[in-house]
């Protein structure tokens, strides 16, 4: 099978591309290399999949109406894993039209390709953030998202829509998966497992938010990819008899699911993990909360269980010592 990922460069989607090529499948990656943060990284990852003979990349912004066009019309795909986007949560307040070009008119360069080529699955990254000033626990893919608190969130909020517009216009199948603070290996430099491993390895004060009183869903990568791997091969399907009851699912061929631990981690234990892989205490600066953060996050993945028959279930002392063990040998050069 042919498919397209996006982001192939970034953190998620150069994992989805390397284990879509294991399984023999064909994939084309697509990633602009922009300078959120440091584009080695980003090319240090692609390099882990030069040696594939099934994996080509393609350097091109999302918001190139034309090129994004041609290259759907040339290499017919018959999948696409939409993982790009202009990421995090407080660069959206210095930065707002970041997240406009890539998010929206990106979203909707792909959603023309798919449209115009007769993509059979589209599936695509959502985000935790949607679930914005939402105080009931665990959130809840039933629940109504319409008061999100940072435009990054807005945007993906707003990806759902636009997904389920061609879901129900032009029979595009869609499925937007809403991702619980990932981490892991290669992950981001902007993410507050690399900051915080980074400090506490050169003797910084890490910046405690909340004065420490938060607490994230946070998810391995590897349960990430898997949950992403089994889904792509769920395709919805019209449903003259869905009642519209839950924002998740829909008489088109629709649906959103959470990916998430189901646990959600105090942010002092998680620093405790971090302290424990890297075997040094944190000098800890206490703050208040940040605009357009949220004090806790937790996903209810039933529905997702119920699709796929998976549960993540990785813990954050494993996945921490996984994460400061890579950090260690890529700030040594050997990954590089």
């Given at each position: 099978m042919k498919y397209l990922v996006t982001g192939a460069a970034g953190f998620i989607g150069n994992f989805v591309a390397e284990q879509l090529c294991d399984k023999g499948h064909t994939v084309i990656g697509l990633d602009n290399l922009n300078d959120y943060y440091d584009p080695n990284l980003k090319l240090a990852r692609l390099k882990r999949l030069e040696h594939l003979d099934n994996f080509t990349f393609v350097k091109m912004d999302l918001a190139d109406r034309e090129g994004i066009a041609k290259l759907f019309s040339e290499e017919k795909f018959q999948r696409v894993i939409h993982l790009a986007a202009q990421a995090g949560v407080r660069y959206s307040i210095e930065n707002p039209m970041a997240y406009i070009d890539s998010n929206l008119v990106g979203m909707a360069t792909i959603l023309e390709g798919c449209r115009h080529n007769k993509v059979e699955h589209?599936?695509?990254?959502?985000?935790?953030?949607?679930?914005?000033?939402?105080?009931?626990?665990?959130?809840?893919?039933?629940?109504?998202?319409?008061?999100?608190?940072?435009?990054?969130?807005?945007?993906?909020?707003?990806?759902?829509?636009?997904?389920?517009?061609?879901?129900?216009?032009?029979?595009?199948?869609?499925?937007?998966?809403?991702?619980?603070t990932v981490y892991g290996p290669w992950g981001r430099p902007d993410m507050a497992p690399y900051l915080f491993t980074d400090a506490i390895l050169n003797d910084r004060e890490i910046k405690v938010f909340n004065h420490g009183k938060m607490?994230?869903?946070?998810?391995?990568?590897?349960?990430?990819?898997?949950?992403?791997?089994?889904?792509?091969?769920?395709?919805?399907?019209?449903?003259?008899?869905?009642?519209?009851?839950?924002?998740?699912?829909?008489?088109?061929?629709?649906?959103?699911?959470?990916?998430?631990?189901?646990?959600?981690?105090?942010?002092?234990?998680?620093?405790?993990?971090?302290?424990?892989?890297?075997?040094?205490?944190?000098?800890?600066?206490?703050?208040?909360?940040?605009?357009?953060?949220?004090?806790?996050?937790?996903?209810?993945?039933?529905?997702?269980?119920?699709?796929?028959?998976?549960?993540?279930?990785?813990?954050?002392?494993?996945?921490?010592?996984?994460?400061?063990?890579?950090?260690?040998?890529?700030?040594?050069?050997?990954?590089?």
């Open positions: 589209l599936v695509y990254a959502s985000s935790s953030s949607v679930y914005g000033m939402n105080e009931k626990m665990p959130f809840s893919t039933d629940d109504a998202v319409d008061h999100p608190v940072s435009l990054y969130a807005a945007t993906k909020k707003s990806n759902e829509l636009m997904a389920h517009s061609y879901s129900h216009l032009y029979d595009l199948p869609t499925t937007g998966l809403r991702f619980f607490k994230r869903d946070f998810t391995y990568i590897d349960d990430i990819v898997e949950g992403i791997i089994r889904i792509q091969d769920v395709v919805p399907k019209r449903n003259i008899d869905d009642l519209n009851t839950s924002p998740s699912s829909s008489k088109a061929p629709y649906k959103v699911f959470n990916i998430g631990n189901n646990e959600p981690i105090p942010l002092m234990q998680f620093i405790g993990a971090i302290e424990k892989a890297a075997g040094k205490q944190a000098t800890k600066n206490f703050m208040p909360m940040q605009p357009g953060d949220v004090p806790a996050t937790f996903a209810d993945i039933d529905s997702l269980q119920k699709e796929v028959g998976f549960k993540p279930d990785t813990s954050i002392e494993y996945g921490m010592q996984q994460f400061v063990d890579w950090f260690n040998l890529y700030n040594l050069g050997e990954n590089k």
